[in-house]
């Protein structure tokens, strides 16, 4: 069983700044990938950005380049996501998830996010105008 458990979600002002962590524990935890979905109210869930463990590479969603940037620290098998610049838009439920198989980059970055088997049980993050 994989456990991921989100943090660093809050209240902040536009063009501020958040930084989230997720934490994957379990017996011999292995992953492909990991991604951040987020669902706000009313709305689909969406694809954000997601990471590859071996190697490195890096997927976002147009709406968040070059303002969110994740990366991974192996030795912690943790994925943290750096928000900055952020918009009243970016209000959401954020929540990890992590792929243990092989997923094409098409599939990583499908929004229902429905190839991923392991998922957090999210952060709330919103942004005041």
């Known amino acids: 069983q994989v456990q991921l458990v989100e943090s660093g979600g809050g209240l902040v002002q536009a063009g501020g700044s958040l930084r989230l962590s997720c934490a994957a524990s379990?017996?011999?935890?292995?992953?492909?990938?990991m991604g951040w979905f987020r669902q706000a109210p009313g709305k689909e869930r969406e694809f954000v950005a997601a990471?590859?463990?071996?190697?490195?590479?890096?997927y976002y969603a147009d709406s968040v380049k070059g303002r969110l940037t994740i990366s991974r620290d192996n030795a912690k098998n943790t994925v943290v996501l750096q928000m900055n610049s952020l918009k009243p838009e970016d209000t959401a439920v954020y929540r990890c998830?992590?792929?243990?198989?092989?997923?094409?980059?098409?599939?990583?970055?499908?929004?229902?996010?429905?190839?991923?088997?392991?998922w957090g049980q999210g952060t709330q993050v919103t942004v005041s105008s």
């Open positions: 998830a992590a792929a243990a198989r092989y997923l094409s980059d098409y599939n990583l970055q499908d929004p229902s996010g429905s190839f991923y088997g392991y």
């Open positions: 379990g017996r011999t935890f292995s992953s492909h990938a």
């Open positions: 990471i590859k463990w071996t190697g490195g590479r890096t």
